[in-house]
């Protein structure tokens, strides 16, 4: 059994910056609007949540001769999310499952009965897409990105100007003074 890599899939950077930066719009202000009690409690709080949100968002997929592999990071483990890994010739089928937004996920279903989320929020989709099928022999033609690239994209521009809006406010509280 040879497990070189074919290929590795990161979460979809327009995914990760648009998380980060609405976190960032939400909580770039608590540390300035903090009692001075709680200041330092604060900067640490907002740094240590930086940390975690940057690391949960740095899950990934590898595909190799044998198997998919879903990785997490030991932050989302801590959080519940887990690890898996198929072996290629145990996916059975595909299963697919509305959501309430109106689109689908879809599941690898194992020939132990087992399921396994499909990523849907990664780079190089169409590629993924390809190896899955290929190492499958399942059309993976109905399957794309769970939510339109350009629903993250404006969350990154919303959330931006968020913070360009928070950086203005505190630049010109703090020079009335």
Known sequence: MTNK???????LFSVKSSLISLYLALTIPIPFIAIDKLKILSIVSFTLGLYLIIN??????????????????????????????????????????????????????????????????????????????????????????????????LLTLLSSLMIVGEILFLKIKYYQY
């Open 56 to 153: 949960i968002t740095s899950d990934y997929v590898e595909t190799c001769d044998d198997k998919i592999s879903y990785k997490t990071s030991f932050i989302s483990r801590i959080l519940g999310k887990k690890s898996w890994e198929i072996i290629w010739k145990d996916v059975k089928s595909i299963k697919s499952f509305p959501t309430s937004q109106g689109s689908n996920v879809y599941y690898f279903n194992t020939k132990n009965g087992e399921n396994f989320l499909i990523p849907q929020r990664i780079e190089n989709f169409k590629k993924f897409l390809l190896i899955v099928s290929r190492k499958t022999g399942l059309s993976m033609n109905q399957i794309s990105y769970l939510s339109p690239l350009w629903t993250y994209k």
């Open 5 to 11: 890599i074919i290929e590795k899939f990161r979460t």
